[in-house]
């Protein structure tokens, strides 16, 4: 079975400017989490979907935002880029929103803001 | 969720049995342990979780103490490819929810 997929892998922004991260979970997966990785911060919880609906909010400005579609590929948008959201950002996936299931995570896309 | 504690850093020999501790002494009766591991620069790769009993898998085997306030992950034959961050995470079994909260991790340097 196929693991989580990013893309982006990489990608270089300007400040300002807004930018659109995709993943795509195991088949069969229907809760999608996302996550800001920083040296400084460590690996930051984002957001919870599930069944297309923003279940779980980690404390992030409204500039971070995602939404989740019927096939449960998510994407998240981070609008009018600063330099501090320069970070690898993580997805991961899970059969069901509970602690018993465990989540498997993507290989990150890297974003570096200039 | 409960906080846990792990030693920032540990060396290990390669071939040797690598034993990563993990303190979670608030933890609740229906709360897991479970450990992720982060090769540099990867996403988080789940190795094993447990709620009383001890666990073992073909990657390791997870040591819960009878008061559940500590766990011990064991790597048996560590090779220089396990050389990475072990995040111990303990979550709510009760919660509808799968946030992970990561500490800052034990980082394992397997040595030739």
């Known amino acids: 079975k196929a693991g989580v997929t990013q893309t982006p892998r990489y990608l270089i922004k300007t400040r300002g400017q807004q930018v659109t991260l995709s993943c795509s979970p195991i088949s069969g997966h229907r809760s999608v989490s996302w996550y800001q990785q920083t040296p400084g911060q460590g690996l930051q919880f984002l957001f919870e979907?599930?069944?297309?609906?923003?279940?779980n909010k980690g404390n992030f400005p409204g500039r971070f935002s995602g939404r989740q579609f019927s096939n449960s590929r998510s994407e998240m948008n981070v609008s009018t880029l600063e330099l501090g959201d320069s970070a690898l950002y993580l997805c991961?996936?899970?059969?069901?929103?509970?602690?018993?299931?465990?989540?498997?995570f993507g290989p990150g896309t890297r974003l570096l803001v200039l | 969720d409960a906080k846990t504690t792990q030693p920032t850093s540990m060396d290990c020999a390669e071939g040797r049995a690598a034993n990563l501790p993990c303190n979670h002494s608030?933890?609740?009766?229906?709360?897991?342990v479970y450990w992720y591991r982060q090769i540099h620069s990867q996403g988080p790769q789940y190795i094993i979780h447990g709620l009383k009993n001890n666990e073992t898998n073909e990657m390791a085997s997870l040591i819960i103490t009878e008061d559940r306030k500590s766990s011990t992950l064991i790597l048996p034959h560590a090779t220089l490819r396990d050389t990475a961050v072990y995040y111990c995470i303990v979550r709510l079994g009760s919660s509808n929810t799968g946030k992970l909260i990561f500490g800052q991790g034990t980082t394992l340097q397997v040595k030739p």
């Open positions: 608030t933890i609740s009766g229906n709360e897991y």
């Open positions: 991961a996936s899970s059969l069901r929103q509970t602690v018993q299931e465990t989540q498997y």
């Open positions: 979907y599930f069944s297309e609906t923003q279940r």
